[in-house]
Nanobody, 124 residues
Framework: QVQLVESGGGLVQAGGSLRLSCAAT????????TGWFRQAPGQEREFVAA????????YYFDSVKGRFAISRDNAKNTVYLQMDSLKPEDTAVYHC?????????????????WGQGTQVSVSS
């Protein structure tokens, strides 16, 4: 099993920044991709960004490109999501998720391991 714990959410004004962390423990060698998803009330969970542990390649949802940056710290088994220029529409519960395999997917159902989520609220 792999356990994921997120932290770093909070309330921020539009234009502000937050950095989310996702710390992984357990059988982390089973995972090659760690992604961030978000879910706003009444909406489906949507892909935000992902990183491939083997080479650090990153992938982003179009609406966050240029504003969000995903990174990893191999020694700490931790993935970060730096969020800048936040907008009210970024408000959601942010979850990190992990999966193995060799192909990136943006489908939430393909990720095997999930954290409990952290709330991000952006006021206008």
């Amino acid at each position: 099993q792999v356990q994921l714990v997120e932290s770093g959410g909070g309330l921020v004004q539009a234009g502000g920044s937050l950095r989310l962390s996702c710390a992984a423990t357990g059988r982390t060698f089973r995972t090659n991709y760690t992604g961030w998803f978000r879910q706003a009330p009444g909406q489906e969970r949507e892909f935000v960004a992902a990183i491939r542990w083997s080479d650090g390649n990153t992938y982003y949802f179009d609406s966050v490109k240029g504003r969000f940056a995903i990174s990893r710290d191999n020694a700490k088994n931790t993935v970060y999501l730096q969020m800048d220029s936040l907008k009210p529409e970024d408000t959601a519960v942010y979850h990190c998720a992990a999966r193995g395999g060799t192909v990136l997917t943006r489908k939430a159902s393909a990720y095997n391991y999930w954290g409990q989520g952290t709330q991000v609220s952006v006021s206008s």
